[in-house]
Structures are given as C-alpha cells and as structure tokens.
C-alpha cells in the first residue's frame, strides 16, 4: 500500500498488480470478437441462414447471430480492420435484397423506402427548378389605402 497526501489527509491507496508481468487489465469484459467472423466462411454461413429462414441479410441481424449489440459491431469495424469487409458484405447484400425486393414486387414498397433510408442513408428528394423571364418586373412600393 501506498500512502498520499491529499490537503492534509492521508489517503491509503491498493497498487493493483498482476501475475502477468505487473501489467494492469484495461477493466470491462474482454471482447467477444474472434478472428473468424471475417472470414468469408462465416459471413456466407450468415447469409445462408437468412435465405433458409426467409430474412433479409441485415447488420442488424447479424448481431443477434453472433450474439453481440449492433454497437459492438460498429466498435470491432473501427478496431479489427479484417472485419470491415465482413460489414460491407453484409450491407451491400442487404441493399441488394432491398432493390431486388422492391423490383419484384416481394417486399412491400414502405419497407423497401425504410430499410433504403435507416440502413444505407438513401433518401426520397424531389428537385424543382423555378424558371421566370427576365422582362418581368417586380415593383415594391407602399399599398394606398
């Protein structure tokens, strides 16, 4: 134990070692992430469950089938540079699933515009262009009463 001084006081304080060298433990629980959920195996055994359940292929879904949050994905994304492929895969297959759902009429039109917008940030815009000739004059001035 070592002691600090803090204002006047004595504070008592643990120095927290471990049998691996001294070296502290970041805290949390450790990951769940292994390294084969970036083989194409794994995403392609995904991908068949979803077809043979009749779901679409979502990143979503893939969470609950590897067990984890749909946060802990994005987390291993930025960490695990292997596994950005993984969810790229599963996105552009989603996407495609959408489209494809929405061409033949299999998925209904609002999930189609839904699963486009939440998942793969696409959105409905309209453009409109004003046109107005130049000989036309505005005239401001006060209304007589």
Known sequence: MAALMAAGEVVMAKTVKNGAGGKKHAGGRPSKYKAEFAT????????????????????????VYIDVSE??????????????????????IS??????????KSLSSRIVKLGLSANHGMNETS???????????????RRKK
């Open 40 to 63: 194409k195996e794994h995403v392609q055994g995904f991908i068949d469950h979803c077809k043979a359940e009749k779901e679409i292929v979502t990143l979503c879904g893939y969470a």
């Open 127 to 141: 453009n409109q262009h004003v046109t107005g000739g130049l000989d036309q004059r505005i005239i401001l001035g």
């Open 95 to 104: 996407k495609q699933q959408l489209f494809q759902g929405g061409l033949d």
């Open 71 to 92: 946060d802990t994905i994005a987390e291993w994304a930025r960490v695990h540079l292997e596994f950005t492929g993984t969810v790229a895969k599963v996105k552009r």
